[in-house]
């Protein structure tokens, strides 16, 4: 016995590392692993699951016919930032008929159970009911919906923010998506709590949004079925992979059930031939429709006899099962056998979850109040056009810049909810305040920093002092070899106005710092502009680590620039998607973090000429340009001395040149203008250049 325990410990620890990689899997081994861990507890827990019987009599009598279909109650908790992760009600309710339908054999495709297994299929007799009373007493549809971003990768996160007796609801969590992922590099589907490993802060199930149901945002390959398999677990059954092909013993190896054959690794997709042991007595193709394998859910239509009787005979009654579930107490706690409708929980956002548009645009409200049927709702926009409405998904035009005040009272019968948000849609003026040329050098005198996407986090931009080209400070995106790889970092430059280059090649150009951690593809930037306040981006460039990005060769782990030979100057032309014409462009700097090094940038600068040929920091122009003070249109220009002759032209605000000049070195000549407005003065000498901007008063 005692080679046999440490035997099945071995196995179970690694049984992951035989998974191919393919799509999402079932992390509830994973999550084991981890709970176990060095634990001698845990692990006598572990082995007491698997092998001591602890058999309910008056289950045992009618393994596959007992008294009465058994009923748990459910509640899905979605935690969700108000994105695609925030599945609707319909969804979860054709999950619920899948589950329903899967543990009653009631599915469709039971047809498709090929006839060696048809004899051994069962209904499992157990029904799910969403709840229709909280832990308080409250009344629920049985679905909660709680903001947070945790729901990206939050994992057992999610559980501090909301989570109801575990005694009494199976607790499903719905999240963006799983952080962890198997060892194999696959992404997870879902995992499961065992019923031994029962614990008030962790019990249930966790799901990634895109397995739950058939619909939405699921898939019919999906089937829904991702949760049946997390519950089959959540009931205390083991992969059919379990240990592998294991001992010809079937009730004390593999997944401890007789009448499923031995499964050497999971199997994916629809292998209907596979026969993966021989060990088995007869021998058997393996059972890859069995819920509890890794087959696609559309391949998957049934759980067997056996499974049925080990989830009676082990787990639907005593201390660490489900057996406070399924009581008739519970039933009445929860309110399974109640329809009340509630009263509806107020939310809401705009229809594509963008809050910042340009003046003179228009949003369309999406109504998510939750928890009850609305049969009338109040719409209160500050600041918009209309200033009300009672439709579901109005449209609200926005004519002034200015942060502005959204609300919503959802009302029916039962009852009525009002939820504000003050600041909620975010107006930009039509004509950036800022106007090219433009520079920004981070450093501290300039704050507040109009630029946004900062993070407090470890990983992600910052400005930091230490590390510049400029001045003290840069814009750092940190990265380092504890970040997960694929995370991407966002730098958002103020709306500017570019109106003065119109019709001209007006260019970005900035320095860049970067260095390999180690050999490889290494992190990656895109540069993107946007137009219409950032409701669409256009790339305008892409940088990537070993082939374009690299200010500093070689491979060297928590690089940081010293010198100013460790930067590099990076041209992007504006005028790709008739940028050079826009009134309000914003960009975007996106990182994808490799796990590599941070990427240090400086000295931002928008206007004609790269920084390349512009003056370094500290060298005085090429020119000096002084306005009289009486008459504005009045200028004098002086050259520095071994310049060479520096060619001067004015353009005017709509890109022509109303004026052309050269200018001898160590010079100083007079120009007047005589229209007022705003004027681009050019200077070139052949190897350097600069622009100034003038305005002439009325
Ligand atoms: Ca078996
Ligand atoms: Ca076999
Ligand atoms: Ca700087
Ligand atoms: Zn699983």
């Given amino acids: 016995m005692r080679k046999y325990l440490i035997l099945s410990f071995a196995l179970v620890a690694f049984s992951r590392l035989a998974a191919v990689a ?70 979860i309710l054709n999950q619920m008929e899948t589950l329903n339908k899967d543990y009653r054999r009631q599915n469709a495709d039971t047809s498709k159970t090929r006839s060696q297994f048809k004899s051994i299929a069962a209904d499992m007799e157990i029904e799910f009911r969403l709840a229709t009373k909280d832990p308080d007493g409250n009344c629920t ?78 898939s019919s390959s999906v089937a829904g079925r991702t949760l049946t398999h997390e519950v089959g677990h959540w009931f205390g059954l083991l992969h059919p992979f379990q240990d592998g092909c294991g001992s010809t013993d079937c009730s004390r190896t593999g997944d401890l059930v007789c009448d499923t054959p031995p499964v050497e690794s999971a199997n994916f997709g629809c292998p209907l031939t596979s026969n993966s042991c021989s060990n088995d007595s007869p021998d058997q193709l393996d059972n890859v429709e069995n819920y509890m394998d890794y087959a696609n859910g559309s391949c998957q239509n049934m759980f067997t006899a056996g499974q049925k009787s080990r989830i009676y005979t082990k787990y639907m009654s005593g201390t660490n099962s489900r057996a406070s579930n399924i009581t008739s107490a519970t039933h009445e706690a929860t309110g399974i056998f109640l329809s009340n409708p509630c009263a509806p929980k107020a939310d809401f956002h705009t229809s594509d979850y963008i809050t910042v548009i340009c003046q003179g645009s228009a949003v369309t409200f999406q109504d998510l109040s939750w928890n009850g049927d609305i049969t009338d709702r109040v719409w209160t926009f500050e600041g918009g056009s209309p200033s009300s409405s009672t439709f579901e998904a ?78 003290q400070y840069a814009a750092v995106c940190v990265i380092d070899a504890s970040d997960e790889t694929g995370n991407k970092y966002n730098l958002y430059s103020p709306p500017i106005d570019l109106t003065l280059h119109k019709d001209l090649s007006p260019k970005l150009s900035f320095h860049l ?26 790339a305008l460039t892409g940088l990537v680590g070993a082939s374009n990005m690299n200010s500093h060769s070689g491979n060297n782990p928590d690089w940081v620039p010293t010198s100013s030979s460790d930067w590099k100057v990076i041209d992007v032309n504006l005028n790709q998607h008739s940028f050079q ?106 190897s350097r250049a600069m622009v100034k901007k003038i305005i002439v008063a009325q």
């Fill in 141 to 218: 549809d049985g679905i909660t919906r709680t903001v947070s971003e945790l729901t990206y990768g939050g994992d057992e996160s999610v559980k501090e923010l909301v989570r109801w007796d575990y005694t009494k609801y199976l607790n499903v969590w719905v999240i963006h998506h799983i952080g962890m992922s198997n060892d194999d590099g696959t992404i997870i589907a879902g995992y499961s709590r065992f019923p031994f490993q029962t614990s008030s802060k962790t019990d249930g199930i966790i799901v990634d949004y895109r397995f739950i149901g058939s619909i939405g945002t699921s």
């Fill in 22 to 91: 393919q799509d999402a899997h079932c992390g509830t081994d994973k999550m084991l692993n981890e709970w176990i861990g060095n634990d001698a507890s845990r692990m006598k827990a572990y082995q007491d699951f698997l092998f001591e019987e602890r058999v309910d009599s008056s289950f045992e009598n009618g393994k596959l016919g007992k008294k009465t279909v058994v009923i748990v109650p459910v509640v899905f908790h979605v935690i969700h930032n108000y994105g695609v992760e925030n599945i609707s009600k319909e969804q």
């Fill in 394 to 471: 109005p449209v609200v035009t926005y004519n002034s810049p200015g942060k502005y005040k959204v609300t919503l009272k959802a009302i029916n019968a039962q009852g009525e909810s009002e939820i504000s948000k003050t600041e909620f849609i975010e107006v930009l003026p039509a004509e950036a305040n800022i106007k090219s040329p433009y520079q920004e050098p981070f450093e501290s005198e300039y704050s507040p920093l109009l630029w946004k996407g900062l993070s407090t986090d470890t990983y992600g931009w910052k400005i930091k002092t230490g590390n510049s080209n400029s001045g």
């Fill in 581 to 686: 014409n826009s009134t309000h462009l914003m960009l975007r700097f996106e990182v994808t973090s490799a796990a590599g090094n941070s990427i240090f940038i400086d000295d931002i600068n928008i206007d004609q000429f790269s920084l390349s040929t512009k003056l370094p920091e500290g060298y005085p122009d090429i020119v000096n340009i002084s306005q009289n003070a009486n008459n504005s249109g009045q200028f004098t220009v002086q050259s520095a001395p071994t310049t060479g002759t520096i060619h001067m032209t004015v353009v005017n605000a709509v890109g022509e040149t109303v004026l052309s000049l050269d200018v001898p070195e160590n010079s100083e000549q007079q120009f007047r203008i005589f229209a007022p407005g705003v004027y681009i003065l050019r200077f070139d000498n052949g």
């Fill in 513 to 538: 710092a970067y260095s390999l951690r180690s050999s490889g593809s290494g992190e990656r930037m895109v540069i993107y502009g946007s137009d219409d306040c950032g409701k669409s981006w256009l």
